[in-house]
Each structure stands twice: as structure tokens, then as C-alpha cells.
């Protein structure tokens, strides 16, 4: 089988334990581009935290970014394509979210305002230390549901995993498939965060727009990740990698499961995929 498009999550996948980017996955990336892949970045972070890192790894053209919302062209930051929380739902989620936290609420970086938040000082202090460092993009108001963007990425919050689990539990039973719910490990920080993004969205929803427009189909597609927002990606892609440092669910997805981020497990899962081609 021949593969044509590499599919890379960032954090827990690419970046080591410590969120750091090492000169031989930027080897290992840039010999699957000279071989012929296409590279795609596909990640949970929003643009102006994960530009730095793919910039950095040498790539341009299209990323998925915020779990698939969102589908920006890396050097010029233009949106290709959008999923965006629709307006009808979210004073709903914004209430459910109240009951075990702060809420955030997360737009288009089309100016210098990313996310939107009220009470930071009653947050956890999880989501304190995260809005600490994205403070220069993050602006304070009374009421987050009276924000009236029409580019709504996705509301969440941060916190400890029981309290987030039960919120999800009860996001999912409230609000079914009009809603798409992660609860994902907070990396780089601590606890684990919950989002709730438009119904459909997922990191494969969002590569396959990029495969569409290149011609490219599932079946020509390695995709390699490590935490519960890979699991659609790994298990449709045609050839599904799974970190070793991965949860068990998408290991349980994986077609292949290779070495951790900490012991060059990308590194491994980029080999592969070339070999593979």
C-alpha cells in the first residue's frame, strides 16, 4: 500500500513528555515530506499556540486545529474550513458547564482574542495556570453567553478528572448528537479539560477535508496519536499508529503501537510510514 498523506497529533505524539519538539522528529518530518508525503498537523491546540511548533517542524499549507473545528492554512492563518458551536445551543452548554466550573469560550483568532472567560479568579486552579499564559489572547466579561461572536470554536473548562468526567456524563445525556463532548488529558498543565464543540467535529472530520481537496483517500492515510480526540483518526485512517504512551482506547483503535513520545515513539510511527509507502 502506498500512503500519501501523514497525519501527526502534537502534544503527547510529536512533542516529548515535556513539550519540547527534538531534532530527530524534525528529521523523521522532514524525510516523510522529501519522500513524498504530505504532512498534516492534526491537533487539539488552537492556532497561535500550535503554528510556533509546525512552523518550526518546516510545514505549510493546511493543519487541523481545536479537535477539528477548524482547518487553517499555516503561513497565512485563513480559515479553509469551519465547524463552528452553533448559536442555538450554547447559553445551553454554558449553564451545564457553570455547574462544575469556569467557562471558556474559545473563537477564531481572526484579531487578538482568543478565548473569553468570566471569574478567573474563582476557576480551578488548573485553568488558572493555563489562562496565566494565554492571558495576552484571553479577555474578561461578566457573562461568556452574552458574547456575541459568530465564530464560536468551542466552550470548555478546565479541572480534575472525576469532577469532568461526571460533566461529560451529563453533557452527553443532555444534549445527545446535537453536541460533540472530549474530555482529554491537560497536557503541558495539570488535570484533564472537557470540551463541547459543534455536533460532527472530530480530527478526522477535519483531515478528510484536507484529503478531499488533495485528491487523497482514507485508505492512503497514516495517522498516529495518543489520547481519546485521535481515536476517529487512528481507527479510519489506513494504517492507525498509537503511541506507546497512548490510552487504552486508542491503542484498542491502532493498527500498529510503537515506542513512546519520551523513547522517539513518533520518530518510529514516521519510519514506519515511509517504509509503508
Known amino acids: 500500500m502506498k500512503y500519501r498523506l501523514l497525519a501527526l497529533d502534537l502534544d503527547g505524539t510529536v512533542l516529548d513528555p515535556y513539550g519540547g519538539l527534538t531534532d530527530g522528529v524534525r528529521r523523521a518530518v522532514a524525510a516523510a515530506v522529501e519522500h513524498g508525503l504530505q504532512v498534516v498537523v492534526c ?55 457553570r455547574e462544575a466550573g469556569t467557562p471558556l469560550l474559545y473563537v477564531d483568532s481572526r484579531d487578538d482574542t482568543d478565548i473569553f472567560t468570566e471569574r478567573i479568579d474563582d476557576a480551578h486552579p488548573f485553568q488558572r495556570s493555563y489562562l496565566a499564559d494565554a492571558a495576552p489572547f484571553t479577555v474578561a466579561v461578566d457573562d461568556v453567553a452574552a458574547v456575541g461572536r459568530d465564530d464560536v470554536i468551542m466552550i470548555s473548562t478546565m479541572g480534575d478528572e472525576d469532577t469532568l468526567g461526571e460533566l ?71 494504517l492507525g499508529i498509537a503511541m506507546g504512551n497512548a490510552v487504552r482506547a486508542v491503542k484498542s483503535a491502532a493498527d500498529r503501537v510503537v515506542r513512546s513520545n519520551a523513547e522517539g515513539g513518533a520518530i518510529a510511527a514516521i519510519e514506519l510510514a515511509i517504509l509503508k509507502s
Open 43 to 97: 491537533t487539539g491546540r488552537r492556532f497561535r499556540s500550535a503554528v510556533p511548533i509546525v512552523t518550526e517542524l518546516g510545514l505549510s499549507g493546511p493543519m487541523v486545529i481545536n479537535n477539528g473545528v477548524l482547518v487553517k492554512d499555516i503561513e497565512t492563518g485563513t480559515t479553509r474550513h469551519s465547524r463552528y458551536l452553533p448559536a442555538s445551543i450554547r447559553a445551553e452548554v454554558i449553564a451545564l458547564v
Open 168 to 238: 461529560r456524563l451529563r453533557g452527553r445525556k443532555c444534549f445527545g448528537d446535537r453536541i460533540t463532548t472530549h474530555q482529554i488529558i491537560n497536557k503541558n498543565y495539570d488535570g484533564v479539560v472537557v470540551e463541547f464543540l459543534a455536533p460532527g467535529t472530530s480530527k478526522w472530520a477535519g483531515l478528510c477535508e484536507i484529503a478531499k481537496a488533495s485528491g487523497i483517500e482514507r485508505h492512503e492515510i497514516v495517522a498516529v496519536g495518543d489520547d481519546t480526540n485521535d481515536v476517529d483518526m487512528i481507527r479510519n485512517a489506513g
